[in-house]
Structure formats: structure tokens, C-alpha cells
């Protein structure tokens, strides 16, 4: 196995790893919060922040206009702390949940079946979708770092998108390493749903933060 494989080997153990740990959360899981400032505030802080980088203004879940519902999933013991925006917007329906590692993005299929469209026609809805949500006006000051011929979020030349498909917009980078979010982001298909999931990763922090720790001024009585 060469380094190419041996990255997105590891890459895709931990994507799966995030993508079943919000699937693993049950029906009722989430608590609604009846405004965004009851959200912890190290989880508050990181989400305005991820959040006004990664997507355009006018689908930001932060956005008033939209009236995105917020709720939390406190960390059970195979269940990281958790933050839900549900909305529409951009006649998208959306949900968007937000671990402390990574943003993923879900399309509701009353907007968006993306099984129900034919091959080509998938990548093409699935690059629409992408240009729509995402900030293309940040820069990247990732040193080394390919350019990605596609939009972002999406790869450049996107193979066929199933059930259980995922992709990488960047595959070359690994994700440990990145500078900014839009270096690699992931796109993929999860129970009929498109999803697009990005890594809050800064130059600042080597690696990831423990998933299980972002809500901790809550248990301690802070924010």
C-alpha cells in the first residue's frame, strides 16, 4: 500500500467514524435551545466562526433571515457533543451538524433527491448544491497545497454517486495538515441524502481536538 492509499484509508475511517456517530444519536437526542447564546459557549464561539467562513452569508445557519432551529447533543459514551441548525434556504432544506472536528452539511431529499437523478445528472446537482452553500471568498494560505479543479466542496471530476459513495475534493491533502477548510472538504451520499462535510481545522492546532471535551464549560457550570 503506497502513501496515497494509506491516507485515504485513514481518511475515510474517519469520516465514517463522524458520519456514524451523528447517525448513532436517537430520535428525541437533540434538545432545542430557544436561543443560540444557551449553547455552551466554546461550542457558540467555534460555530459563528466555522460557520460565517465556510458558508455564504445568505445560507449561514447564523443568518437571522433564515431562522435556522439550534439544538445540542450532549456527549453520551459512543456519542460526541453535538450542535444541530435545521433550515431552508436557497430553496435548499438543510441540516447542518456540527461536531467539534467537522461541519457536515445534509440535504433534505424533498429538495434535493440526488437517487433519483441520473448519473451525470447527480455531479451536476451535487456542484450546484456546492457553489450554492459554500464561501468561495475565502483564501487559502495552505502552504504545498494542489488546487482543486472543481467548485469548492466538491471534487473536480466527481465519479458516480451512490449510496454509501464518498469523495474527497482534494485527495492529495491530508487533513491533519490542512490551513484552512476548503483545502478537502468530503461529499458523499448517507441514506439518499447528499451531504458535503467540512474539517474545522486551522493552522494553529495540529491534528483534531477531543470531540468528547466541546461542551465542557456547560458540565462546569461556565457560558
Given at each position: 500500500?503506497?502513501?496515497?492509499?494509506?491516507?485515504?484509508?485513514?481518511?475515510d475511517a474517519k469520516v465514517a467514524a463522524w458520519l456514524s456517530a451523528v447517525a448513532r444519536v436517537p430520535p428525541g437526542g437533540f434538545t432545542q435551545v430557544a436561543r443560540f447564546d444557551d449553547v455552551p459557549a466554546q461550542a457558540r464561539a467555534d460555530s459563528l466562526?466555522?460557520?460565517?467562513?465556510?458558508?455564504?452569508?445568505?445560507?449561514?445557519?447564523?443568518?437571522e433571515a433564515v431562522g435556522a432551529r439550534h439544538a445540542i447533543h450532549a456527549a453520551?459514551?459512543?456519542?460526541?457533543?453535538?450542535?444541530?441548525?435545521?433550515?431552508a434556504a436557497g430553496?435548499?432544506?438543510?441540516?447542518?451538524?456540527?461536531?467539534?472536528?467537522?461541519?457536515?452539511?445534509?440535504?433534505?431529499?424533498a429538495s434535493l433527491d440526488i437517487l433519483a437523478l441520473c448519473g451525470k445528472d447527480r455531479a451536476a446537482a451535487a456542484r450546484r448544491v456546492a457553489e450554492a452553500i459554500f464561501n468561495t471568498g475565502i483564501e487559502s494560505n495552505t502552504v504545498g497545497v494542489p488546487m482543486a479543479s472543481g467548485p469548492v466542496g466538491c471534487p473536480g471530476d466527481m465519479p458516480d454517486l451512490e449510496e454509501g459513495a464518498t469523495f474527497a475534493?482534494?485527495?492529495?491533502?491530508?487533513?491533519?495538515?490542512?490551513a484552512c477548510w476548503k483545502d478537502r472538504t468530503e461529499c458523499g451520499v448517507q441514506d439518499g441524502r447528499l451531504y458535503f462535510l467540512c474539517y474545522k481545522k486551522s493552522s494553529q492546532?495540529?491534528?483534531?481536538?477531543?470531540?468528547?471535551?466541546?461542551?465542557d464549560d456547560r458540565k462546569t457550570g461556565v457560558g
Open positions: 500500500m503506497n502513501a496515497q492509499e494509506c491516507l485515504t484509508q485513514e481518511v466562526y466555522w460557520c460565517d467562513s465556510i458558508f455564504r452569508s445568505d445560507l449561514n445557519p447564523h443568518n453520551t459514551d459512543d456519542t460526541p457533543d453535538l450542535l444541530r441548525h435545521e433550515y430553496g435548499l432544506g438543510l441540516t447542518v451538524t456540527e461536531g467539534r472536528n467537522f461541519v457536515l452539511v445534509q440535504v433534505d431529499r475534493s482534494n485527495p492529495a491533502v491530508d487533513p491533519d495538515l490542512l492546532r495540529a491534528g483534531f481536538a477531543n470531540a468528547w471535551q466541546w461542551f
